[in-house]
């Protein structure tokens, strides 16, 4: 079987790995490696400094991670993929950035865009009108099921190296919420459900962009009280040592749900989940198995309770059956030769 080189398109905002909050970087990145694992020919185009195996080419020197958001950090980045994919000559571009897929039209080979967000709204629009210029890869069939008629090649789960998630039997007495500041991620639901089950809640969650902070100051904090512990942002070590240790992880989403890597990190650590069931929730957590999935907010409190009696063991199991790297990447070389 032939080589494939590959240009990888990262983010303009992280570097790889990310140190903290980065879901997509840090897909990216153990996608990258497991790839060059694989004898794949890998060059990473992202910034800063590398932290992968791959060759690497930096569009920025430091990375853009306060300014996540902005538009210029995104435009420079895709202004310079051009001359750096014209002298790589790669079999394909596999492109994670915003607007570098709206180049994939200027150019002969072929362009791989994982939607890792939605896909419906102004990013359904999007997608449509980059037409056949790109082959889309959902990262649930979820979430490909809300806009079957995007030009799709195939359905990949996201996922972590397992092995580097510890695995914890014996839990602590605390339920976790981890993510972010946002109305679609539904902390006022953890707070009640934490509150209800009188189980004390843990708050990690990213908190420093304009509405993240407004939401926070608005809906979140007048709700905080001694039976909830908010710690915003951590690293990643802090991350999984929480993962670890809580009695089940809390996902009550107010939004159709692209993926949610964080149900897959939990599951990795022998955590179980307590999620509503919107977008790919139900396909990701296994009810009564890795966690339960709840039709409203009103059960989440009786399933808090009811995460004790499930098994840490299969939650692990789970993650390394379904949702560990090296199944994302043969799934993703599958893609890769289909187009090439």
Request: glycine fraction near 8%.
């Amino acid at each position: 079987m032939s080589q494939l080189e590959i240009a990888m398109v990262a983010p303009p905002w992280f570097e790889l790995p990310p140190k903290a909050y980065g879901g997509i970087e840090s897909m990216c990145a153990d996608l990258v490696e497991q790839l060059t694992f694989r004898d794949l020919s890998v060059t990473l185009v992202g910034v800063g400094r590398n932290g992968t195996p791959a060759d690497f080419i930096p569009t920025c020197e430091q990375p853009n991670e306060d300014r996540l958001g902005q538009a210029m950090p995104e435009i420079i980045h895709a202004s310079l993929l051009p001359e750096i994919v014209q002298k790589l000559e790669p079999d394909l571009v596999h492109d994670h950035s915003l607007a570098g897929p709206l180049l994939a039209s200027g150019r002969s080979l072929p362009t791989v865009v994982t939607a890792h967000g939605p896909v419906t709204g102004e990013m359904g629009q999007y997608y449509r009108g980059l037409g056949d210029s790109v082959h889309l890869v959902a990262v649930s069939d979820a979430q490909r099921r809300m806009a079957p008629n995007l030009n799709w090649v195939g359905t990949v789960h996201n996922a972590v190296r397992v092995e580097r998630f510890p695995f914890q039997e014996n839990k602590s007495d605390f339920a976790l919420f981890l993510g972010r500041t946002c109305p679609e991620k539904g902390i006022p639901h953890a707070i009640a459900a934490a509150r209800e089950a009188g189980v004390k809640l843990v708050i990690a969650a990213k908190c420093r962009e304009p509405d993240e902070l407004k939401y926070f100051e608005r809906e979140v904090k007048p709700l905080l009280g001694p039976d909830v512990e908010w710690i915003g942002e951590v690293e990643r070590a802090q991350k999984v040592e929480l993962l670890s240790a809580a009695r089940c992880l809390l996902f009550p989403v107010c939004w159709e749900e692209p993926f949610g890597i964080v149900m897959v990190e939990a599951m990795a650590c022998g955590t179980p989940v307590i999620a509503l069931g919107r977008g790919a929730i139900p396909e990701v957590v296994t009810h009564g198995k890795t966690g339960f999935v709840c039709d409203e907010p009103g059960e989440l409190a009786d399933a808090i309770h009811r995460a004790s009696r499930l098994s840490a063991e299969d939650c692990r199991e789970e993650a390394e059956d379904r949702f560990d790297v090296e199944t994302m990447a043969k799934r993703y070389e599958r893609v890769y030769r289909a187009v090439a």
